[in-house]
């Protein structure tokens, strides 16, 4: 069992609401990566954050955004949610500054959009 | 895109190895090979990750080949809970975080 724990674990929300889902890292990590895994496809990188700022990016649009808060714990937001948002959401959180460090992975949280 | 490719799906006999191929033949030097494998509508976990030289832990073995474009990642005694999807992922360490991209795996089935 890794350190990293996300909350809600499962959430049901209507097209058109917002969203807020929260990480937080393993003891010693200061970065977090987030990710959207659809049904019966493979994790898809959303952002990234280290020392509070986003500092990668993959093909998710703006209204997909984070913060990551000074204990290096993260939140992620979604706006304006479609139906194809619903997913598991996982974050990840690694060490910088090591070699090849390895990310731990949360139990994520699945979102349903209805 | 991810950068490896991997079988969709593979048997194993209970006891017996698995041995898992990924390919990576447009891994770059500063590369390295990293394996996850996610149960069902869990978080990935983390297997093991190797650059250039075999690697062993006490969950499994990776081989990599001398020119690094394939590795194989070996379950010496295959169990029910070893049925899961695995994933082979090539990345650059130190790049400031941790930036993965995942292909679809391969979802291993052992059986009894």
């Known amino acids: 069992e890794t350190g990293v724990t996300q909350s809600p674990t499962h959430l049901i929300k209507t097209r058109g609401q917002q969203v807020t889902l929260r990480c937080s890292s393993q003891?010693?990590?200061?970065?977090v990566s987030w990710y959207q895994q659809a049904l019966g496809q493979g994790p898809q990188f959303i952002f990234q954050y280290y020392r509070e700022e986003e500092n990668g990016r993959g093909n998710f649009p703006p209204r997909f955004s984070g913060l990551q808060f000074p204990n290096y714990s993260s939140e992620l937001n979604v706006n304006a949610l479609e139906l194809d948002d619903s997913a598991l959401y996982l974050c990840?959180?690694?060490?910088?500054?090591?070699?090849?460090?390895?990310?731990?992975f949360g139990q994520g949280t699945r979102l349903t959009v209805v | 895109d991810a950068k490896t490719t991997q079988p969709t799906s593979m048997d194993c006999a209970e006891g017996r190895a698995a041995n898992l191929p990924c390919n990576h033949s447009?891994?770059?030097?500063?590369?390295?090979v990293y394996w996850y494998r996610q149960i069902h509508s869990q978080g990935p976990q983390y297997i093991i990750h190797g650059l250039k030289n075999n690697e062993t832990n006490e969950m499994a073995s990776l081989i990599i080949t001398e020119d690094r474009k394939s590795s194989t990642l070996i379950l010496p005694h295959a169990t029910l809970r070893d049925t899961a999807v695995y994933y082979c992922i090539v990345r650059v360490s130190g790049t400031g975080g941790f930036k993965t991209i995942f292909g679809a795996g391969t979802r291993l089935f052992v059986k009894a």
């Open positions: 447009t891994i770059s030097g500063n590369e390295y």
């Open positions: 990840a959180s690694s060490l910088v500054g090591g070699m090849n460090t390895e990310a731990f």
């Open positions: 003891s010693g990590h200061n970065t």
